[in-house]
């Protein structure tokens, strides 16, 4: 039988399982959900398996292919220390793919890595956004729901006869509820930054309180493990609804960074921090990224 193992251990698993079965708390997003899955991504610090497991999201602009992160997920020097999770092989370390270059800031939560367009997304089996499916709408429309999408991970011990086999299981998490008024944030912790309405998106989440539904079964009161969504997409449709009939009119407006179970919310950087980020960095994109958003002049 199959038990969680302590995220303190320190043997590193041995393999990794990739379940493409969405898990969703709302029985009418299963089409955008279908959707996000094709651009979010899931990896891990190879140093620190066990601690470091982080979703992200795949944005290609001008010929470059992004990784829309936090910027805890992303090391100082990367090198050959991130595996991006292979839907194909139970190998941890197959998706180790070259990173070109990466970027983060520590406050806002955001970083990027940019991987090699050319190979990157047909080892992945995935998809890239552009700019058009971003959207720079501030800590989003208080009356329109909301998607966070990011691969939740379990640590699993196979058989309790054999330890040493560890092993990571990711699946797809698409949660759905309207982000909180900015009069209505909640208190942060002392030791978090202080919210900023320039910079934060806040979204109740207590899983615990869900009912959610699995590909698999009707519904199940079981909660998906919360671990891994960090860095996953917030996304929204228009002001007054998410039109999860037209999945391709969603669009990101944020990067999830923080989940406070005791407080139970989920704390998110506005995406114009990120885009602020890249224009930082690359002079070659700045007039795409000024014609798209000129608030970053």
């Known amino acids: 039988m199959k038990e969680k193992a302590q995220a303190g251990s320190s043997r590193k698993p041995r393999k990794v399982e990739v379940v493409d079965r969405i898990v969703v708390n709302t029985n009418d997003s299963w089409a955008v959900a279908q959707n996000l899955s094709r651009h979010t991504v899931a990896f891990v610090d190879l140093n620190k398996p066990m601690e470091k497991m982080t979703s992200g999201v795949l944005v290609g602009i001008g010929g470059h292919l992004f990784v829309a992160t936090a910027a805890h997920a992303v090391p100082s020097q990367p090198g050959d220390r991130l595996s991006f999770m292979v839907p194909t092989t139970k190998a941890v370390d197959a998706g180790a793919l070259p990173i070109l270059r990466c970027g983060k800031n520590e406050w806002p939560d955001i970083g990027f890595l940019e991987l090699d367009p050319t190979g990157a997304l047909s ?39 054999a330890p040493s086999q560890l092993h990571l299981k990711f699946r797809p998490m698409c949660y759905s509820n309207t982000p909180i008024r900015p009069e209505k944030w909640p208190r942060v912790s002392s030791a978090d930054p202080a919210s900023d309405r320039g910079v934060d998106i806040f979204l109740p989440f207590d899983p615990e309180e869900e009912t959610w539904y699995y590909e698999e079964t009707e519904g199940d009161d079981t909660p998906p493990e919360p671990r891994g969504v960090s860095g996953g997409g917030l996304w929204q449709g228009s002001p007054t609804k998410v039109e999860l009939w037209n999945a391709e009119g969603v669009q990101l407006f944020g990067i999830q960074s923080k989940w406070n179970e005791d407080e139970k919310y989920v704390r998110g950087c506005q995406i114009i921090h990120w885009l602020r980020l890249l224009h930082e960095h690359y002079s070659d994109l700045r007039p795409a990224l000024l014609a798209a958003f000129p608030e970053l002049a």
């Open 123 to 161: 080892v992945l089996r995935k998809e890239a956004i552009d700019l058009d499916r971003i959207s720079s709408r501030g800590p989003g429309h208080p009356k329109c729901r909301c998607l966070l999408f990011g691969q939740t991970s379990e640590l699993i011990r196979a058989e309790p006869t």
